[in-house]
């Protein structure tokens, strides 16, 4: 289809700098097209606020707004979690995963409407374009993209907004203060500014930057103790009160958020290549991960445990690089939930300025048995039967040591 063929398009659309000048602009390039404005409510709150007059004034026919947050948490976030995926050891995946949800449901809409075209504003250096193009495959393979940020003329985040003050868009941020940020129910990001240079301490004590709590330094002198139940993997209960995963992590948010715990500064690799830093909030999913983290360690015998974490990077460069709907991450699924059907439990932990302290673990499925592990006497374990254990585990080096000496006799 070209261009001048496209008669609606449906724009991924956020309220935020990039989309907000794309309505004015995907109607300027395509002969006046119909564009309809889709936002995804994936936990952000406030910022979904006034969307849909600013849509409407800026040139979109409607606004759909999707309630995905449950769908987000259920389907996405805790497989992920389930799965113990951490991309390069420190970041818990928050825009990475919100992507497929949405433009998944992004796809459903494009189709009920009948569009030609869809839309959206990620850049050609980010991770997201890939993230969301790859799930329109998935669902929509004949489907055309538009991603105006490869071929535009506005070459910087000041031409947009000398774009967005040109046509009357409305825009909250200004030239002095315009971190790129992404919130959802899992976490809050901040790239951009200051934080282009790895050498910048953010500033986490500076009003207004952290949005999700406080810096360690200003978290409360007392520590705060709580206990999160599973069951299978999944987290079900918060100090013995069975919750649903939104409620959870909403009330483990402000908990972690409170007592400074949840802040990663990372410098990423980026699947397009670079290298990127990124500041990440993430109170209720870091608290989340240590938990589950501890109850495998009592419910997972070695040999599990140890495949599991193999498994776990390559699940969460799936996440990462936008390759959710693949066969592969759905053999992933299959194995680790098998790998969980015994990860339940309850969890005590101890929060105290930005650390997680283990305070307690039990499980109907323990593999730990004090029995076996006393330095008492016992009538389980004959240590007598370590000898030749010791003997056969150290054949090999015992061989190589003889050997290695005969031919320095020689």
């Excluded at 995804?40 to 979904?48: I, K, N, S, T």
């Excluded at 406080?214 to 599973?230: C, L, M, N, Q, R």
């Excluded at 987290?235 to 909403?250: A, T």
């Amino acid at each position: 289809m070209s261009d001048s063929q496209i008669k609606k398009i449906v724009l991924m659309y956020s309220g935020g700098l990039d989309t907000s000048i794309l309505i004015p602009w995907l109607k300027e390039h395509y002969n006046n097209a119909e564009i309809i404005a889709v936002a995804a409510d994936v936990g952000q709150g406030a910022e979904l606020n006034g969307l849909e007059e600013k849509a409407e004034k800026t040139g979109a026919s409607k606004l759909y707004i999707l309630d995905l947050t449950k769908e987000f948490v259920e389907d996405f976030i805790f497989p992920t979690l389930k799965a113990h995926a951490i991309y390069e050891n420190r970041y818990l995946l928050g825009t990475s995963f919100a992507r497929p949800v949405i433009a998944k449901r992004i796809v459903e809409i494009a189709e009920k409407e009948g569009a030609d075209a869809i839309a959206h504003g990620c850049t050609g250096k980010g991770n997201d374009q890939v993230r969301f193009e790859l799930t329109i495959k998935a669902f929509a393979p004949d489907m055309k993209i538009i991603a105006p940020w490869r071929t535009w003329e506005l070459k910087s985040r000041d031409d947009e907004i000398d774009y967005a003050i040109a046509h009357n868009v409305p825009i909250s941020v200004s030239r002095e203060n315009k971190y790129s940020k992404d919130k959802n129910i899992w976490h809050l990001s901040h790239e951009g500014l200051d934080l282009e240079d790895p050498a910048n301490e953010p500033k986490y004590n500076e009003e207004g930057f952290l949005e999700l709590g406080v810096s360690p330094e200003k978290a409360p002198d007392k520590p705060t103790y709580v206990s999160i139940g599973f069951e299978k993997g999944i987290p079900v209960s918060l100090d013995g009160e069975k919750l649903d995963g939104v409620s959870l992590i909403e009330k483990l948010n402000k908990l972690g958020g409170e007592n400074g715990i949840g802040l990663a500064d990372i410098v990423e690799n980026r699947l397009v290549g670079m290298k990127s830093r990124g500041v990440y909030e993430t109170p209720g999913g870091t608290i989340l991960y240590y938990a589950h983290e501890v109850l495998e360690t009592l419910t997972l015998d070695k040999m599990t445990a140890r495949t599991k974490q193999k498994l776990a990077i390559e699940y969460a460069d799936l996440v990462y690089n936008g390759q959710w709907y693949t066969p592969l991450r759905e053999a992933l699924d299959a194995f680790v939930d098998v790998t969980q059907q015994t990860v339940t439990g309850e969890v005590k932990l101890k929060l105290y300025k930005g650390n997680i302290i283990n305070a307690g673990v039990t499980s109907p499925y323990s593999l730990y048995s004090e029995e076996f592990a006393s330095f008492d006497e016992d009538d389980v374990y004959d240590q007598n039967d370590s000898a030749g254990f010791v003997n056969l585990f150290g054949l090999p080096i015992k061989v190589k040591a003889l050997l290695d000496k005969a031919r320095e006799n020689q």
